[in-house]
Every structure is written in structure tokens, then in C-alpha cells.
């Protein structure tokens, strides 16, 4: 389990969570496996096949099998707040680790990263490449103040700004969130008017999604973001005029009472 950073309670939650019901001699737990080890590797079904002495024919049922269970029921785990109290939660949860009272109508933090893929054929490959020479898929999350995923949106090539793939995803074409008087955390480049760009990270390690207490040491890397072509002007939509306001705040700390 130590090469998937996972541990046995995580296992037992996501076994719970998928179909377990198989009409042949594997078993759920290997076939979990098995698509836990492909994820987190990287490698080809080959590789995958000779670790766990499987057929590399299974080996592809099994990860298409189990990627279509985890899609079920993703929505299980990953969704937004649900009730204002779980709401009230989180905004003060970012007041907390913040400790300032300007993150109280904190309503999720926002970023993107880049899925390394093996592009399409043809010209049209080359838009996956991005800034960094790699060719990839922008993954898009929203984060609670625990760092669980609560919206998540896929697909669009790596050479797309990061703005841009906001704009096209349904939390922003949709209006769904955040709620009224809230904003969500963001770096400049974001259109959203009603985000803002946090004072300082906010993480020191990430746990699992799962919620069954797995860390994972973030991977940090300075921002070398550049507007792309028709993005700029940003500024007057952006959360620039948040981040003065928070500025130039002077409220003293939150103390235990307030969280």
C-alpha cells in the first residue's frame, strides 16, 4: 500500500463505496487494486500485468470495469456544501487557518493542474501541449478548507488558460456556486469577480478525498502563468479589488471561540 500512499482504512472506504458483486475468481480488493496501482503509476498495462501476474487483457477490463464504478459514485465524495451548516463549516474553517475574519464568506479555494495524456493524432494534438512542454488535460478543482475536492471539471487541452477553462465549466456557465455574499479563493488570472487570491498557502499537506485520514506532501511550484491570447484585461473582473480590500483590513485574529 506504501507505493499507492494509501492505507488499508481508505481501501475498506472505497471498497464500501463501488460494486463488489464479480462473477469471477479475482475478487474486488485485487481489482481495486490493480486500478490503484495503474492510476498512481503511470504505467502500461504490460507493466501492470507482470506486478500483479495477471493477463494484460484483464488488466484492461479491470481498469475500465473499475474506472466506470468510481465514476457512479464519485458524486458521493465530491459535491459542494449541501446545507448552509456545511457551508458555515467551511467559510469558517478558511477564517481559521487564515486567521483573519475576511475569510468567513471563504467559500472553496480554485485551481487547475495538467494530466500528463497521450494525445490525439494529427495537427490537433499539438494543442495539448502546454507552457511547460508537456502534453496534458487541465484538471480544474474547487477545494474545501480541508483540501477535499468539491468540484472537479476535465478535459480541456493544456495549452488553454486557465481562465478560459473556468469560464466553460458549469460552475461558472451555470451560476452553481458559490452562493450569494461568498467568494472563492483564486489566483489573479481568474475572471470570477467574486474570487480572491489567498494571503498565504494554506496547506501543509493534502489528505485523501476519502476522508480516511491518507496525506499526500504537496508538490510546490512557483506560478509562472501568462495570459494566452484574448485574455487579457482581466483585471476589472478579476479579484484584484478583493485582495486591496483585504489589504488593507486591520481586524485583530480570530481567537477559538470564533471557529
Not at 458483486?21 to 504505467?43: D, I, K, M, Q, Y
Not at 449541501?82 to 479555494?109: C, I, N, W, Y
Not at 478525498?209 to 506560478?223: H, I, K, Q
Amino acid at each position: 500500500m506504501r507505493t499507492l500512499n494509501l492505507s488499508r482504512e481508505s481501501l475498506k472506504v472505497l471498497l464500501n463505496l463501488i460494486n463488489q458483486n464479480r462473477t469471477h475468481g479475482w475478487g474486488a480488493t485485487t481489482e481495486v487494486l490493480v486500478f490503484l496501482f495503474w492510476l498512481a503509476s503511470g504505467a502500461s498495462y504490460r507493466v501492470v500485468s507482470r506486478v500483479f501476474a495477471i493477463p494484460r487483457a484483464t488488466v484492461h477490463h479491470i481498469v475500465h470495469r473499475v474506472t466506470e464504478e468510481v465514476m457512479a459514485v464519485h458524486h458521493q465524495v465530491i459535491h459542494l456544501p449541501q446545507t448552509p451548516e456545511d457551508l458555515g463549516v467551511m467559510s469558517h474553517g478558511f477564517a481559521g487557518l487564515a486567521r483573519h475574519r475576511a475569510f468567513l464568506k471563504a467559500a472553496g479555494a480554485i485551481d487547475g493542474c495538467h494530466v500528463c495524456i497521450k494525445p490525439p493524432s494529427g495537427h490537433d494534438g499539438q494543442c495539448y501541449r502546454n507552457r511547460k512542454l508537456f502534453l496534458s488535460v487541465i484538471l480544474q478543482v474547487v477545494c474545501g478548507h480541508q483540501v477535499c475536492f468539491i468540484d472537479t471539471y476535465v478535459g480541456w487541452p493544456g495549452s488553454v488558460h486557465d481562465s478560459r477553462v473556468l469560464r466553460n465549466s458549469p460552475l461558472y456557465r451555470q451560476a452553481r456556486y458559490p452562493p450569494p455574499g461568498h467568494f472563492i479563493l483564486a489566483h489573479g488570472e481568474y475572471p470570477s469577480p467574486t474570487s480572491t487570491p489567498p494571503h498565504h498557502s494554506l496547506q501543509e499537506a493534502i489528505p485523501s478525498c476519502l476522508g480516511a485520514g491518507d496525506v499526500v506532501a504537496p508538490e510546490y511550484e512557483p506560478e509562472d502563468d501568462v495570459p494566452d491570447e484574448g485574455e487579457t484585461g482581466l483585471e476589472a473582473v478579476s479579484g484584484a479589488l478583493w485582495q486591496d480590500q483585504l489589504s488593507a483590513l486591520e481586524v485583530p485574529s480570530l481567537d477559538h471561540d470564533d471557529c
